[in-house]
Every structure is written in structure tokens, then in C-alpha cells.
């Protein structure tokens, strides 16, 4: 509830001190006819007012609104333009909207992206984070379940030093501790089935970490 209300408050803190403010709000509320009024269509794809520097579609995406999604796709939207970043959150720049989608937990939005053509293994370019691994790490199973059914495999996360035996008994120690009920994240569960380690995940202290460049990241 605090966390809902937080972003309410984001939200509309973004759209009062934006010259896009019409534009935002007509997104936020799916108003399309709104939103065809204050976009013109040959510049979908520019980044507006706001504290990421987000595009009409990665706002859209970012606040969950399917029917505007589906409308700027329709008119040409990219897929692939990206946010900008900024803000005080650290938020690294470059995110998709597919990554913003797989983060923040958005499927039908994600159906949509993917439908569309987005490219699900693209890397963000500040730190190699990819959709799949960005809706792992906010605990989002539906979204990883959306993105490896549509091929998503994240090779380049993770790159620790380790031998093909290693790997193979890690992956056998964790479906094992999968079996046993052990692993509480369905997220994990999902990994753990994929057959895909690209994650690198790894059990320490009787827990399961997700790991990125070889630095623990998350705990399940």
C-alpha cells in the first residue's frame, strides 16, 4: 500500500512540473484519444519532461497502460528507444521498454513488446542487465515466465569463473534443493526448470543468490 502510494506520488510530482504534463497525464489516465492529441506521430520516439527522460512508450510501459501501449506501437512507436535515466534514484540510463516492463512486473504490456518484436536478450548498455534478468532480481515470475517462453537467455550475466563440470553440479544441487521444496521464490523455481545458467545462481549459507559478476546481488 505505502509502496502504491509512493509511486501515486512520483507520478503526479512528474506530471505537474512537466511542460509534457498533458501528455503524461493523458497516458497515465489511457486516454488515447488524449494522447493522439498531444503526440504527434513522427516524434513518438523522443524522449519528453520527465525525471527519466522517458519516452511516450517507456512511460506508458512504466505506469502499466496497455490500450496507450498498443496504440503507439500501432503508430510506429520503436521498441526498442530507450529512457534516458536521471532522476535521484539511480536509475542507469538506457532502459528499454521491454526491461521496464519485465521490471516493474507489467505482462500484458511485456505480451505486447514482444509481440511487436522487441528483442528479449538486449542488454541495458550501463550494466549488461537484460529483461530476464531484471525481472528476476524484482522477483517478477510471471514476467520470466513470459520472456523465456519467448527465447530469452541471459548469457552474457554473470560471468564467473567456473568449469562445465562445476556448472553441471551446481545446476544438479539446486534442482535438487528445488525437489526438496527449499527454494521459496518461484522465480527461482522457474530458473531452476528453464535449464538456462546464464544466472549463475549459486547457494550460499543455505540460501540461493543470484549473482552478477560474480558479486552475490540477491537473496531468495
Known sequence: MAH??????EMESAISSSKDGPLLRAICTSDVAAVAKNLALPKLDERLDTPKADTALTWAV???QRAVVEYLLKGGA??????????????????SPLLIAAMRGRTECLSLLISAGADVGKAREADGWTPLFAAAADDQPECVRLLLRAGAVDEGIGKLEMTGNMNGLLAAKLKRLAANGK????VVQLLVA???????LKTRAGKIVLTKGGHAMYRY
Do not use: F, I, K
Open 4 to 9: 502504491a502510494l509512493a509511486a501515486r506520488q
Open 62 to 64: 512504466r505506469h502499466g
Open 78 to 95: 520503436s521498441v526498442e528507444a530507450t529512457s534516458g535515466g536521471g532522476g535521484g534514484d539511480g536509475t542507469p540510463p538506457g532502459s
Open 183 to 186: 527454494t521459496h521464490s518461484e
Open 194 to 200: 528453464s535449464g538456462s545458467w546464464g544466472y549463475w
